[in-house]
C-alpha cells in the first residue's frame, strides 16, 4: 500500500482492483486500478479519487506523505464513479479542499451525490497554480462522458488524462517500461474498443490539441502509467480513432447443431485462399468485449447465426447490439447462417450490419446441415467476391 514517486513530489496514490472482472459487462480479467495522483506544492492538489470500495486503500497511500486534511486542491477530471466515488468521503476528511471540475462536471456530481459542494468550475484554457507548478485543464466532452477533462501539468510535461490511454491491468508496476508492452497495447487497444471507439472523432480532436504540447508523462486513471513508450501508445490512438483497419478477417457465431460453425469455417477457407488472416470467435467460448478488440483492428466483420424461433440466437444478439452500440467504422460485413424451415436469421444479422453502415458481401444461407459440396461452394464463391 506504498504511494508511488512519478516525479519529485508527485506521486500516484490510486487504488489496485486485483479482483474486478466485470466492468459494467467488459470481462477485465487482468483486473484494474483507479489512478489518483497527489501533488506535493504549497497548494497541496490531489488528482481524481478512486472507486469507493478503495477509498481507505487511497487513503492509507495519501497518509504516507501527508495528512489527507490538508489537501487544498481537488481536481475531479471525471465524474463517473470509479473516479468519483471517493469523493463524498475524501471530501468530509479534507474538509478546506477546494473541488475543481468542468462544467458538466459541476452538473454530473450534484446529480451522482447531491451534495452541497462548493464547486470551481474551470473550461479549457484555464490554469490553476499550484504553486511552483500549475495545471492547465481541457476539456474533452465525449472522450467518453460529456464531463471528461484532462489535466497539463507544464512544469513537468505531464498530461494527467484521465480515461485516455488508460488500460485495465492490476498490478504492482505502474510504469509502462515494467510490463511487456504487447500487454499493455493489448489492455489499452481492448479498453479503447470498449469504452472509448464510439468517439474517435472526438479523440482526434483531442489528440490535435494534445500535439501542441510537450509531454514527457501521461498518467491516465487506469492502468500503467506512459513514460517510456509514449511514441508506441499515440500511434496506436492514432489508428485506432481513424478507424484504420487491417486486411483481417473476424469470424464471429454461434451454432446450435454445428452447421453455421461449419459455414463458419468454410468462410475461413476463404479468406485464408486470399492470404487475409482471421480470427474465429465462437461465441460460445469468446466474451464480446474480447471479440472488439479484434473487431477495432479488422477490416471483415462476419457474423453467423442459425435461425432459432424466426429470429437470431440470443448470444449473437447480444454482441451485435453491444458492437453496433460500439459503432466501428469503415468496415465489410458478411452476415451467415444455417436455418430449417423459416430461415430469418441470415436477414436479421445482415440487416444489422447494414445499420452499422458496413459494406456487405454477398450473405450466405444454408438449409439444415451443409455437405461437402454446399461448403466447397461457400468458399468458391467468396473467393470470387474477395
Ligand atoms: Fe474510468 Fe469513464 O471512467
Known sequence: MKPVLVKDNIYWVGGIDWEVRDFHGYKTQRGS????????????????????YLFVEMMARISQVVDPSKIDYIISNHVEMDHSGSLPELMKVAKNARLYTSPNGE???????????????????DSLSLGKRSLSF??????????NMVSYMPEEKILFSNDAFGQHIASSERFDDQLPLDIVIEEAQKYYANIVLPYGAQV???LEAASGLEIETICPSHGLIWRSKIPAILKEYVKWAGNETQEKAVIIYDSMWDSTKKIA????????????????????????SDIMTDVITSKYICVGSPTLNNGILPSVSAFLTYMKGLSPKNRVGLAFGSYGWSGESVGVVEEILKSCKFEMLDNIKIRYVPGEQDLQEVTDQLIQTL
Not at 469455417?265 to 464480446?288: C, D, N, P, W
Open 33 to 52: 486500478t483507479y489512478n489518483a495522483y497527489l501533488v506535493m506544492d504549497e497548494n497541496i492538489t490531489l488528482i481524481d479519487t478512486v472507486k469507493h
Open 107 to 125: 452538473k454530473g456530481l450534484k446529480a451522482h451525490f447531491h451534495k452541497d459542494w462548493e464547486f470551481n468550475v474551470v473550461k479549457s484554457g
Open 138 to 147: 481541457v476539456q474533452t466532452p465525449m472522450v467518453h462522458w460529456p464531463d
Open 204 to 206: 482526434q480532436k483531442a
Open 265 to 288: 469455417y468454410a468462410v475461413q477457407s476463404a479468406f485464408e485462399s486470399k492470404g487475409i488472416s482471421t480470427q474465429m470467435r465462437s461465441l460460445k467460448s469468446t466474451h464480446i
